[in-house]
């Protein structure tokens, strides 16, 4: 069998519109039958999907092969089961059902239980009204009962009974009166909005809200349906919009409210797709509203979801089964399905058949394909979605055409596993895509790969991939203009025919970023031939522009004609240079082959991204402190906090390699808020201790600016801990600032407004010009102090130092040198104003303990 992973197992599960229309059929044919559905609800999960996954699978094996089993919303499952002859049996049934979910080993931490309710068709006819009638047998379950269950009589149509003036009943039969008037509402023949809107009104007058709305669906195929209190305006269909796409981004999609605004969202799941959005809303002088009643406002949502699951499903299966086959067959996509284990095609529709001609139902699939399900199935193949869907766009050299194809893992009805592939001919699309750059006249991207792929299939040479760009083409642009940086990129089309041959393709791929497709040979000629290249392209620039230095980093990836993708061959080019210029300030051209020392890099890689969320929850990460000392006063007014990883074996891994990694994944989010809270509570502790607190640094990551909200964020964290803003500073690295510049002030300027202070971290490595410091909303400046003092200090050093320090403090900024380390350096710096240093001069980093009793005998 295809060993699919446990998401897949759960997705495998047909879904609710299916079991409604199978138990209506059912019942209609087997009127003699006993019939039951049975709603299972699992609380105390730790909203771990994992969990329910295996819950699934459980409850899969325990029903029989005749029963229809389903997940719906986030935490339930139904059962529609006929093997019964009795009322004793079916308790049995339901006792085993929740005997393996309470009692199963599932999770080291929580132990997830359930309840359930049932309704038999003794009481109700149709499968919309057993929903309804199990739905209230849930509810009076969950509020009590031994058995952990109840199964549906006619008696809990009423409201629970017991003494009318014990306050524990009165919420009872508030939630009871509404479900009674709902599921009465619901199984009557009307429009179905207006009896959503109705109920909608009986809930806000039973629990006293201002407005609710139920929204649906997304901006092109949603609908609102709300009800508003007295002298209530209309809510907007935008607005409404805006609460479930806010629901969709919240931690909260699942479980517990979404709490905003004195609004209450809850998000009602299908498998998992958030489907609808179910908002309660009070008067902003209103109470908070107690767990309690927050509980009853989800089970109130839950019903909606059902309503809109059962009794809105008007189609019949029957009626679907034709449409699907009508478009099927009408359709220009190629649909196959192949059987997981022999292979063998066991349904093709007629396009299939145009494309795939010497494929028929019955044969094996063609051999690239079947390889390629190979690696689905023994997990080698990457690069599916989140609802597990592998895409490709490939040339298929059989039939001379560009296809797009797409492949995922079904379940058919009877357990089997199967693919299903879906192929559709793009021939068009490509033959009509833009193929030339209109600047260097050079292949584009698009057109580079329509070559790259007849090339490479349609000859027998073996060939590499050169990936090169212009090293800082953007200062480039800064310093000497477009046309110049234009001039840069024709040049450099231009020469590149001195150097190619036969067969070979080049591309200018995206801004100073060209491909290269080379037979493959010597690598040194190879070599020799790209740095003559780039050579002639920095002499020719140098002409015009004495002070211009052009150069270029190069990643040559060897190309397998057995697994070729272009993207994935640009990906390992991209790593050569990566690890060829890591932490270097390029002065001349890099031209590196991707090798074994590559291939390990990649590896190491891998590994880090393997351990990262682990070691982070099983904290192998510490915070450490490099204090900064005054040069005026010689005490510590402050530090930068940094993260170290000490893994549980003992071994050490350095920032220097993991954080660009986390970077790359984007992980440092993690990361970064990790180490914000743990500074901010070492903070909270210090000011406990009556401890003065000392101006402490973090990073933030360029990552963290793409979020407009970030400043916000971060404040709200900050106040939590009751830290005064003036307390922190925020490093940004002097590289962030490469791209979107703009956006990237408006950003800082929102943070200084709040009170924070902002460093640029690592100023002088390259990135860009002194100017830079000039229009920056920024209070410190930070000297980076492996380029300025890596060795003793020059005459040219210091000139550079000391005009820097001067814009500095003319700008009314405060100036910290990084990396001080000799007597020298201290003295210079003190001699030109330099306000603090960081270094080993006086501290390396230390630990939390060590710098606490610094700043207690301060």
């Known amino acids: 069998m295809i060993n699919l992973s446990s998401s897949e197992q759960n997705k495998a599960l047909p879904g609710i519109r299916y079991l409604f229309d199978t138990a209506s059929r059912r019942l209609a044919e087997n009127s003699d039958e006993c019939h039951a559905l049975i709603l299972i609800d699992i609380d105390n999960f730790a909203e771990n999907p994992q969990i329910i996954t295996k819950i699934g699978t459980l409850l899969s094996n325990a029903v029989s092969k005749t029963d229809l089993l389903t997940r719906y919303g986030d935490d339930r499952f139904a059962v529609f089961t006929s093997g019964f002859s009795n009322r004793v049996e079916l308790e049995k049934l339901i ?120 929204v649906t669906g997304d901006s092109i195929s949603g609908y609102v349906i709300s009800w508003n209190g007295n002298s209530v305006s209309d809510i907007s269909e935008s607005e409404c919009l805006k609460v479930l796409d806010d629901v969709r981004k919240s931690e909260h999609v699942k479980g517990k409210a979404h709490i905003k605004d004195n609004r209450y969202s809850f998000g009602m799941m299908e498998g998992y797709t ?96 079947m390889e390629t399900l190979e690696r689905i199935k023994n997990g080698e193949e990457e690069g599916a979605d989140d609802k597990g869907v592998y895409r490709y766009d490939t040339f298929e050299k059989s039939v001379q055409k560009w296809l797009s194809s797409s492949i995922v893992c079904i379940r058919r009805s009877g357990g089997e596993y199967a693919f299903l592939i879906t192929v559709t001919d793009i021939s068009a699309h490509m033959d009509n895509a833009k193929t030339k750059d209109k600047l260097t006249g050079l292949l584009t991207h698009e057109g580079f790969e329509i070559e790259a792929q007849k090339v490479v299939y349609g000859t027998d040479d073996e060939y590499d991939l050169a990936v090169f760009k212009v090293f800082n083409f953007r200062k480039i642009n800064d310093e000497y203009g477009y046309e110049t940086g234009d001039r840069v990129l024709t040049l450099t089309a231009e020469k590149l025919g001195m150097i190619m041959g036969q067969n070979e393709r080049a591309s200018r791929a995206s801004g100073s970023r060209f491909y290269v497709l080379f037979k493959r040979g010597n690598f040194a000629i190879l070599k020799s031939k790209l740095d003559y290249l780039f050579r002639v392209v920095e002499d020719d620039m140098a002409k015009n522009h004495s002070n211009l230095s052009v150069s270029f980093m190069c990643g040559v990836y060897p190309i397998n004609k057995n697994t070729f993708r272009l993207s994935g061959a640009i990906d390992g080019a991209n790593l050569v240079i990566k690890n060829a210029t890591a932490g270097k300030y390029l002065t001349s051209n890099v031209i590196e082959y991707y090798d074994e020392e590559i291939s390990r890099s990649i590896e190491e890689r891998k590994q880090i991204e393997n351990e990262m969320v682990n070691a982070l929850r099983q904290n192998e990460f510490e915070v450490v402190y490099q204090p900064k000392v005054s040069l005026a006063t010689g005490k510590v007014y402050g530090a930068e906090a940094l993260i170290r990883w000490h893994r549980a074996d003992g071994s050490f891994v350095q920032p220097g390699f993991f954080v660009p990694i986390f970077e790359d994944n984007e992980f440092v989010l993690e990361m970064d808020n990790w180490v914000y809270r743990r500074v901010l509570s070492r903070m909270k502790a210090w000011a406990e201790q009556g401890i003065e607190l000392p101006v402490v640094s973090v990073n933030v990551s360029r990552l963290h600016l793409r979020d407009a909200k970030f400043a916000e964020k971060f404040e709200k964290l900050v106040d939590n801990h009751g830290i005064p803003h003036s307390a922190i500073e925020l ?39 002194l100017n830079l410091i000039s229009v920056l909303p920024v209070d410190v400046l930070k000297l980076d102090g492996n380029f300025f003092m890596k060795n003793q200090l020059t005459d040219k050093n210091k000139k550079v130092i000391e005009s820097i320090i001067m814009l500095a403090k003319n700008l009314g900024l405060m100036v910290i040198s990084e990396g001080v380390e000799t007597d020298e350096q201290v003295a210079f710096l003190k001699e030109n104003y330099c306000d603090a240093v960081q270094g080993y001069y006086y501290y390396k980093p230390m630990s939390e303990e060590m710098f606490c009793k610094i700043l207690k005998e301060q």
């Open 731 to 769: 490093e940004l690295t002097e590289s962030t600032f490469v791209k979107n510049y703009d956006r990237l002030i408006t950003i800082m300027e929102d943070i200084r407004s709040r009170g924070f202070k902002i460093s640029i971290d690592d100023f002088g490595t390259g990135y860009s010009t």
């Open 274 to 369: 958030l489907t609808s959005v179910v908002c309660y809303e009070d008067d902003p002088s209103d109470e908070p509203r107690s767990e309690a009643e927050q509980s009853e406002m989800r089970t109130l949502a839950k019903m909606f979801s059902v309503y809109k699951a059962t009794v809105l499903s008007s189609m019949s299966a029957e009626d679907e089964l034709i449409y699907y086959r009508t478009a099927l067959e009408e359709t220009t996509t190629a649909c196959l399905i192949i059987d997981a284990e022999s292979y063998r095609v066991v349904f093709m529709n007629k396009y299939a058949e145009e494309i795939f001609t010497n494929t028929t139902v019955g044969t094996a699939c063609p051999h690239n394909i």
């Open 95 to 214: 006792s085993k059902l929740l005997y393996r979910i309470n009692f199963a080993q599932l999770d080291e931490i929580v132990s997830p239980t359930a309840v359930a309710g049932a309704a038999m068709d003794e009481e109700r006819s149709s499968a919309a009204d057993m929903f309804m009638c199990a739905e209230i047998a849930i509810s009076k379950a969950k509020h009590g009962s031994e058995s952990g269950f109840v199964i549906f009589s006619k008696e809990d149509e009423q409201s629970f009974e017991g003494d009318r003036n014990e306050e524990s009943y009165r919420p009872r039969r508030k939630i009871q009166r509404v479900l009674n008037y709902a599921f009465e509402a619901f199984v009557k023949p009307n429009d179905s909005r207006l009896v959503i809107k109705d109920v909608l009104a009986y809930i806000g007058e039973e629990y006293g809200f201002r407005r609710i709305f139920l």
